[in-house]
Each structure stands twice: as structure tokens, then as C-alpha cells.
């Protein structure tokens, strides 16, 4: 009989799980204190570093915020994509993930999101996306930011009927981080005009498809658009990760 090594856990790390399964099981709420350092030291029974270098981990998760002169304990936070975001961001800029893989994440992303909008949305979300639509239909006129704001309103609305805020805060990130990448593509396209007209189009198509409780549909248009707008920066030997989606 073989075991295999087990690895040893210092101190701070069994500090960090307590306090994030508190956090993640309610008994700590976000806006609620921590103890004090002196407080955490003798709940825990250990040493000033170890708990020095707990609440370091769970400020940079962004778990927790500690104000320089505070006599108070960490005041807990409520769970934020911004953490998740400069995450994704960092990996993608650091070639550990690349255009291609995120757009392919995106279009299974956007293609459940749709398929279940359509399935799931109320009156409310209707009136909510009919409203990002026209101020898209206004942006075209008034300038590439103005539309921008009005198609990321637009997704969001399309995540919020989903009733799952997880994918809320993931298409949120995924959208911001393949937009970061390719941004200065977009600023400099030949006709951008055309290409928020061609935006808008793809927009109502979806809406229709929504509001006509068709979820193949929306989902089938949600990862083409995809693919027709964002796989041209993609190199072309690496396409062949988003085709299969467009079955």
C-alpha cells in the first residue's frame, strides 16, 4: 500500500479557510467587523505574524479592507467581479490565456445566457432590454462610447434574466476582458459606423428571438455574432477552438 506526501499547512492558511467559511456561510456579512488583530490572536491561538499575514491574504482577495488608524478589526466586503476581473486580465496579458480561449469561453458564456433570457425573461426584462436597445439606436448618432454603454447594458440585462448571478459577474468579466484585448482595434476600425449599424441589427435579431421565448435561437445568434465580429483578430490556426460552437 502506497500514501502519497501530504503537504504541510502553515498557521495563517487554517486562520484564512476559518474566517473565508464564515464569510461564505453567513455567520460574517459583508459591512460586518472582524476582531481586533488581539482579539484574532487569542481566538485562534496563534502569534501576531500568523494573523498579520491572514488578514494580508484575505486584503488582497479583497475579502477584507483595513484602514490605516482604524482601532476597529477588518471591515468584511461584499463579493466584487473587480478581484475576478484583474485576475483574467492578468493571466491574459501574461499569455497564460489568449484571445482565443476567452472568446471561446465567451460564446459558451453568451450562448447559455440567451438560451435561458429567452426562456426565463419577464415583462420587466423586456422593457429593461427594449430600453438598452434604443439608446444603442440613439449611440449610432451620437458617438462609438455613448454605444458601447448601451450594448454593456444591454448584455447585463440579457445576464440579469438569467436569474443567476453568476453569470452576471462572469460575462461581465469575460466581455471586459476581451474588449480590453482588442480595443485598440475597434478605435481605429475603417468604418465605425457601419459597424455599430451591423451591432444594432444583430441586437434586435436577439430581442426578437427573446421575446419570442426562442432560446436556440438567441443562443444561436448570440455565439455567431461572436465569431463573425471578434475571431478576425483571432489567428487563424486558432479558430478552430470557436468553430465547433457554431453548430
Do not use: C
Not at 472582524?34 to 500568523?50: A, I, K, W, Y
Not at 461572436?226 to 487563424?236: F, S, T
Amino acid at each position: 500500500m502506497e500514501f502519497e506526501p501530504v503537504a504541510p499547512v502553515r498557521a495563517y492558511q487554517r486562520v484564512v479557510e476559518q474566517i473565508e467559511e464564515a464569510v461564505f456561510s453567513g455567520r460574517i456579512k459583508p459591512g460586518d467587523r472582524l476582531p481586533s488583530e488581539r482579539e484574532l490572536m487569542v481566538q485562534f491561538d496563534v502569534g501576531r505574524s500568523t494573523v498579520r499575514e491572514a488578514l494580508r491574504v484575505l486584503q488582497a482577495a479583497e475579502m477584507i479592507r483595513s484602514r490605516p488608524g482604524d482601532p476597529r478589526g477588518p471591515e468584511v466586503l461584499a463579493a466584487s467581479p473587480a478581484a475576478l476581473h484583474r485576475s483574467m486580465h492578468r493571466l491574459a496579458r501574461a499569455d497564460h490565456l489568449g484571445l482565443s480561449e476567452l472568446l471561446q469561453f465567451r460564446m459558451i458564456l453568451d450562448g447559455s445566457a440567451h438560451l435561458l433570457a429567452a426562456r426565463l425573461r419577464t415583462e420587466d426584462h423586456l422593457a429593461e432590454l427594449t430600453t438598452a436597445l434604443e439608446a444603442m439606436r440613439a449611440g449610432v448618432s451620437r458617438g462609438f462610447a455613448e454605444f458601447s454603454h448601451a450594448d454593456v447594458a444591454f448584455h447585463e440585462a440579457i445576464a440579469r434574466a438569467t436569474g443567476n448571478p453568476l453569470l452576471v459577474i462572469s460575462g461581465e468579466v469575460v466581455r471586459g476582458v476581451v474588449l480590453e484585448l482588442i480595443e485598440d482595434k475597434l478605435e481605429h476600425a475603417d468604418d465605425r459606423t457601419a459597424l455599430m449599424r451591423n451591432w444594432l441589427a444583430h441586437h434586435e435579431e436577439v430581442l426578437g428571438a427573446i421575446r419570442g421565448s426562442d432560446g436556440e435561437r438567441a443562443a444561436r445568434l448570440a455565439k455567431q455574432a461572436l465569431y463573425d465580429n471578434y475571431a478576425e483578430y483571432v489567428p487563424a490556426e486558432q479558430r478552430r477552438l470557436l468553430q465547433p460552437l457554431l453548430a
